[in-house]
């Protein structure tokens, strides 16, 4: 009986045990949203939580693939970072892709103990045609409640892109 008490209080302060009991992944990112340049894409997104929408997850991966996706392992890891907090937009884009090229995209999130959020929105886009300049940034996240983007030119900044709902 002492044995199981001391047991007991040693694990109260075991948070690797508490980690270890969350079986509750992330859910699910439905509000991907991607534009496209001609050689880069913006990729935005409204974190979930660590279990559900609940709290806060710990990882994003952005995955892309020539062909379909059905989950992690069916498609490239593009990037991969620090989650944000539950609600907010995380936009992050990335250059040096093929013009004219379709591919398909999304985002998964994983919490601290390792579940990894089941397949959301999986977009299909192509990159602009190569006799374009124009190009694409993420754009005054601090200042604006979406993941916007600026669609550029090499001339000058020419139309501010929201991403449509
Ligand atoms: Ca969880």
Redesign the pocket.
């Known amino acids: 009986m002492v044995r199981a008490s001391v047991l007991f209080l040693i694990c109260m302060l075991c948070p690797a045990l508490a980690i270890a009991q969350?079986t509750?992944?992330?859910s699910p990112i439905t509000t991907l949203e991607v534009t496209t340049g001609k050689s880069t894409m913006v990729v935005a997104w409204q974190n979930t939580g660590?279990?559900g929408t609940t709290g806060n997850a710990e990882l994003y991966e952005v995955r892309r693939s020539s062909s379909s996706i059905t989950d992690r392992e069916s498609a490239d890891l593009v990037a991969s970072g620090s989650a944000g907090s539950t609600g907010s937009w995380t936009c992050t884009d990335y250059s040096s892709l093929s013009c004219s090229s379709p591919f398909y995209v999304t985002v998964f999130l994983r919490?601290e103990?390792g579940?990894w959020s089941s397949l959301g929105t999986v977009l299909y886009r192509p990159t602009q045609g190569c006799n374009t300049s124009e190009e694409v940034i993420c754009f005054n996240l601090l200042r604006t409640p979406r993941g916007a983007s600026e669609r550029t030119s090499k001339a000058e900044p020419t139309e501010l892109i929201w991403p449509s709902a």
């Open positions: 969350d509750t992944p992330p660590d279990d919490d103990a579940n």
